[in-house]
């Protein structure tokens, strides 16, 4: 087909503004700034965790603001209800007549319907949940429930990447471990730190940039792509291909994951959803970030922003080698 | 004696159900036997329980059972705060005035939930149990506020009982209402790796999902969406176009089935309510064979006597309810599905899709063998391939689908006897199970004595019902009272939640022997005695570290900590322990003391498990023991094997107010663990 591939150049060059913005305003965090750009086109959500300060919510403000999206921000705590997260709780009251009780006797009633006025998470394109980690998790089904099928009882709703952002959990008084079942939900889950506590050369460029004034402290970006550019992606993403040699390679990775590492139900969260459904559109996802109109075993380097929280940490930090292993015998036969 | 064969019609009403479990089995790869035990609970108009790991597509299955059988649906989602008027209904204050009086009263008008003929009930354990109660009582009495709902069918999901989830399971005798019990595996961890490619190659054949994929993302913007407010959240639904609707393809809009994790689009009803009426009652009507009685009554003993042999799983539940009228109408279904003219013996097949909670795991791994047996005839055929068949066509299929519904379903690691996380073997063969319910019930014990009663706790569950004190506290309170109150037409304060949070204090520490003697089996045992316990702490949240020792302590930390709540790595590292070296108590009591010293409260605890004398260290431990009685930490002592229980043990938990145990070989195999 010579019309994919003429297409497929121009979906890379339709994101380079807004990838662009993002370093404007950002300094360093490469694999974050690719992996929202992912999410954005493959409809994804993805959790991010990291220490305070370490520009996460920034980060998805900005892509947010970048491509015109509506935007909701909710900091989750301790107290979270399900009504601040969805909108309003309303009654509706309706006199409504009855027979009374007793023959003669007149009657009067009033009907009172509860129901939710949809805003907040049932209205934004993209929403940001700041500390994910400190609500309860039986506070939090109903709203992982709706991230996931994108629909609120009957109605489908606009969301389409929502980016959770959490602390480490190593301070567990603060923090309530994720439910693995919420946790899987976000199927992008990547590990950020500071650029200043790691030193990394990034940090000078961020105090250089700031000393500068060309990196503010609150950006107010100008939208340089909408919803309709991304939403051409999405569907540009289903026609990217994905052959037998890669899903042999992502079979074998998982097959090696269950195998050789031992993840099961109680040590992993290798979800069917995950790693059978979503993965692949991940991969697609990254082919067309990549500009190709084919998953290449490349790509399957992108199952690591999947693994971060769902395998021993072993198993996580094996997978490039994994990928490299599997990719070397499939090209091999 | 010769039975009149099935006329048309009854075979046309039993194809409709065939086509529905054909459908329901595309919907995920490799979950026939769900498929099979969701249509058999609606055909029997019974309710079914499914559970399983994170996205394997529990409601999925049962979106498309709701969709394909035409019927009028409701979805709920359980969650914390779920209440009375979500389960229930509007409600209706009505004001009556008599020439004397005036009468107000306050009546719930029935909801969605209380119209549908099949229920969703998404995540049914998130709530709490308090406001269970009367919805499960609602489900098995099937009315409601007076008056007989419609309900067929209620499908409900719930996640793996698993520890560090922040729910309750749910009690047996809640799931007792759910007839049909259902575990599905996911692909991955169940390594069913060929169905695995399966789906992968679905996958990648999928299109965009017409039903989320909205290529006008400004119909949904908020401003458009401002102008409809009559779109209610929870209203009742007619999933999926009726048959009238012009739908022809089976999976509109996708390459293939739904997988699981993608909102699926409602699949076109397979059947009208008409038929599915009348195919509920004729496979009510259905008769059974005497000898299909007789060989129930058998099976049921034989399930029985093999359940009470497996005496560590106590807790499951055969009970008359469920055994009695629900099991024979899935026997009747299972055989009105296949089209036969009555129940034969091999359609107690049907009662493997009840087991999933009420028979110990084993019993339930050997169901299909413990059947065959008692038929002892060809192998029970079962649904799954004669769904595959021509509607309403006897089935003479070979039993491909037995095999695979056989099994297990892989468990979580604190059911039972799946507790062990790959158990060193002995001889081929692991040795008969410890019996730990003794000192887990007696730990549990002091565990409860030494808490305090739940917390209150403003993020916590809705643990009943006080006034209001406080207008912050509006947002918690009964909305209706509120308003009320708000209009000053209510007597007194709006009834607000309470909500209490189990305090997630105490620790406890094990400290597990394993010197050279406690080789072979007691390793076993003591392994699932150190199961058992996690098993205890994490139901409670309790803080847990683990200690192995020798003649030196080797304490697990995580995250640099002895105490933490990692349960199920502890399970894996004790399922590991290798028995070397010699006993040495001074160093892990130290250790564990050391670690319980930095927290406070009264509920810490050590349990210390060994098989024998101290040789190395101070053999009397005199410091650790008053290290103990200062801290207020109890020191459990469990003993096992055949020798004497060394004196020291008692000591040590006499005076810290410790539990003491010992576990002596049974006869027959096996391990009791007593008080001593």
Redesign the interface.
């Given at each position: 087909m010579s019309s994919l591939a003429d297409r497929v150049p121009r979906s890379v060059s339709d994101l380079t503004p807004l990838r662009d913005l993002l370093d404007h305003h950002v300094v360093g965090h490469d694999e974050v700034k690719t992996a929202l750009l992912l999410a954005l086109i493959t409809r994804e959500h993805i959790y991010v965790e990291g220490p305070p300060g370490t520009a996460k919510t920034r980060l998805a403000e900005v892509a947010a603001r970048g491509s015109d999206l509506?935007f909701f921000f909710y900091q989750l705590h301790?107290?979270?209800?399900?009504?601040e997260l969805?909108g309003d709780?309303v009654?509706e009251?309706r006199k409504?007549r009855?027979d009374?009780?007793?023959p003669g006797?007149?009657?009067?009633?009033?009907?009172?319907?509860?129901?939710?006025?949809?805003?907040g998470l049932?209205?934004?394109?993209v929403a940001v949940l700041d500390d994910i980690s400190r609500?309860?998790?039986?506070?939090l089904?109903?709203l992982l429930?709706i991230l996931?099928?994108?629909?609120?009882?009957?109605?489908?709703?606009?969301l389409m990447a929502a980016i959770a952002t959490g602390n480490p959990m190593?301070d567990?008084y603060y923090n309530?471990?994720l439910?693995?079942?919420n946790l899987?939900r976000f199927a992008l889950q990547l590990r950020v730190s500071g650029l200043i506590q790691s030193g990394v050369d990034d940090a000078k460029t961020l105090i250089d940039r700031f000393a500068a004034g060309s990196v503010v402290e609150q950006p107010d970006p100008e939208p340089v792509t909408d919803?309709?550019t991304l939403?051409a992606l999405?569907?540009r993403m289903?026609d990217v291909?994905?052959g037998p040699a890669v899903?042999?390679a992502?079979?074998d990775v998982?097959?090696t994951l269950?195998?050789e590492f031992e993840?099961?139900?109680?040590?992993?969260?290798?979800?069917?959803?995950?790693?059978?459904?979503?993965a692949?559109?991940i991969l697609r996802g990254a082919a067309l970030l990549a500009g190709r109109d084919a998953v290449d075993l490349a790509d399957l380097a992108a199952l690591s922003w999947m693994t971060t929280f769902r395998v021993p940490p072993e198993a996580h930090e094996a997978l490039p080698r994994i990928v490299g292993r599997v990719s070397r015998q499939i090209q091999a036969v | 004696m010769t039975l009149p064969a099935p006329d048309r019609r009854t075979a046309k009403l039993a194809g409709a159900f065939v086509d529905l479990r054909t459908a329901l089995g595309r919907v995920l790869v490799g979950q026939d036997q769900a498929a099979t035990g969701l249509t058999l609970a609606l055909l029997a108009e019974q309710h079914a329980y499914l559970e399983g790991?994170?996205?394997?597509?529990k409601?999925e299955l049962a979106a498309a059972l709701a969709s394909l059988s035409g019927a009028r649906t409701h979805?709920l989602?359980f969650?914390?705060?779920i209440r009375e008027?979500d389960l229930l209904g509007?409600?209706?204050?009505?004001?009556?005035?008599?020439p004397s009086h005036e009468?107000l009263?306050r009546e719930l008008?029935p909801g969605p939930l209380l119209q549908a003929e099949v229920a969703l009930l998404?995540?049914l354990p998130?709530s709490p149990g308090e406001a269970l109660g009367p919805l499960l009582r609602i489900l098995a009495e099937r009315q409601a506020l007076g008056q007989a709902l419609p309900l067929e069918s209620a499908v409900a999901t719930g996640?793996?009982e698993?520890v560090?989830?922040?729910?309750d399971p749910l009690e047996p005798g809640q799931l007792d209402r759910f007839a049909v019990q259902l575990r599905l595996t996911?692909?991955?961890?169940g390594?069913l790796?060929d169905e695995?490619?399966v789906?992968?190659?679905r996958?990648?054949a999928?299109?965009?999902d017409r039903?989320?994929?909205?290529?006008d993302?400004?119909a949904?913007?908020?401003d458009r969406?401002a102008h409809r407010?009559d779109?209610?959240?929870?209203?009742p639904?007619r999933a999926g176009p009726g048959p009238d609707a012009g739908e022809t393809s089976a999976f509109p809009g996708t390459g293939g089935p739904a997988?699981?994790?993608?909102?699926a689009t409602p699949l076109p009803a397979v059947m009208n309510t008409a038929t599915r009426k009348a195919a509920q009652a004729a496979a009510a009507a259905l008769q059974i064979e005497p000898r299909t009685l007789g060989a129930y009554h058998r099976l049921l003993d034989r399930l029985r006597q093999r359940s009470a042999d497996e005496s560590a799983s106590g807790d499951r539940l055969m009970s008359d309810r469920s055994f009695s009228s629900a099991a024979l109408r899935l026997v009747r279904a299972h055989a009105f599905l296949r089209g036969a003219p009555a129940a034969a013996p091999r359609d107690l097949g049907a009662i493997r899709y009840m087991v999933a909670h009420r028979l110990p795991d084993e019993v339930q791994e050997d169901f299909d063998h413990i059947l065959e047996e008692l038929l002892g005839d060809p192998p029970n055929v079962t649904m799954a391939e004669t769904g595959a068949q021509m509607p309403g066509a006897q089935s003479q299929g070979d039993d491909s689908d037995g095999a695979a519904a056989a099994s297990p379903a892989?468990d979580?690691?604190i059911d039972d006897q799946a507790d062990l996380?790959a158990p060193p073997t002995l001889f081929g063969k692991p040795p008969p199970p410890a019996q730990v319910d003794p000192l887990l019930r007696a730990l549990v014990g002091r565990i409860e004595r030494g808490r305090i009663d739940p917390d209150t706790d403003?993020?916590?569950?809705p643990r009943g019902y006080r006034p209001l004190r406080d207008l912050d506290e509006l947002?918690?309170a009964d909305?209706?009272e509120a308003?009320l109150f708000a209009e000053g037409r209510l007597p007194g304060a709006p009834r607000t939640f309470e909500r209490k949070?189990r305090s997630a204090g105490g620790a406890v520490a094990v400290l597990r022997d394993i010197s050279a003697s406690m080789a072979g089996r007691l390793t076993v045992w003591s392994s699932q005695v150190v199961l058992g316990i996690l098993r205890v702490a994490a139901r409670r949240r309790m803080r847990v570290g683990y200690v192995e020792f020798h003649h030196r302590a080797l304490p697990h930390h995580v995250?640099g900590r002895l105490l933490?709540?990692s349960y199920?790595?502890l399970?894996?590292q004790a399922g590991q322990a290798k028995a070397v070296g010699q006993t040495n108590y001074e160093a892990p009591l130290r250790t564990a003391l050391e670690g319980l010293r930095g927290g406070s409260g009264r509920n810490r605890h050590v349990v210390l498990l060994t098989d024998g004398l101290p040789i190395i260290g101070d053999t009397t431990v005199r410091r650790e023991r008053q290290l103990a009685r200062r801290l207020g930490v109890a020191l459990h002592t469990v003993f096992l094997g055949n020798g004497d229980c060394p004196p020291v043990l008692d000591d040590i938990s006499l005076e810290t107010s410790g539990l003491r145990f010992c576990g002596r070989p049974l006869a027959g195999g096996g391990l009791r663990l007593e008080e001593r």
């Open positions: 509506d301790r107290d979270t209800r399900l009504a969805v709780i009654l009251r409504v009855t009374g009780d007793a006797t007149a009657g009067e009633a009033e009907r009172i319907h509860q129901r939710i006025e949809p805003g049932l209205t934004a394109e609500a309860p998790g039986e506070a089904n109903v429930r996931n099928e994108r629909r609120f009882g009957a109605e489908p709703i606009p190593d567990e309530e471990p439910d693995p079942a899987d919803r309709a939403d999405n569907r289903y291909e994905v899903r042999a992502l079979l998982l097959r269950v195998l993840c099961n139900e109680t040590n992993s969260l290798l979800t069917d959803r995950t790693f059978l459904v979503k692949i559109k | 790991p994170p996205g394997c597509g409601s979805t989602v969650h914390r705060d008027t509007d409600v209706l204050l009505s004001r009556h005035r008599h009468r009263r008008i998404e995540d998130r996640p793996l698993q560090e989830a922040p729910i996911g692909l991955l961890t390594q790796f695995a490619a789906l992968l190659e996958e990648s999928r299109r965009p039903a989320t994929h909205q290529p993302g400004a949904y913007r908020p969406a407010p779109r209610a959240a929870h209203r639904d997988a699981p994790g993608s909102p892989s979580s690691w996380p403003p993020g916590g569950q947002i918690d909305a209706i308003l949070r995250g933490h709540r199920s790595r399970a894996e």
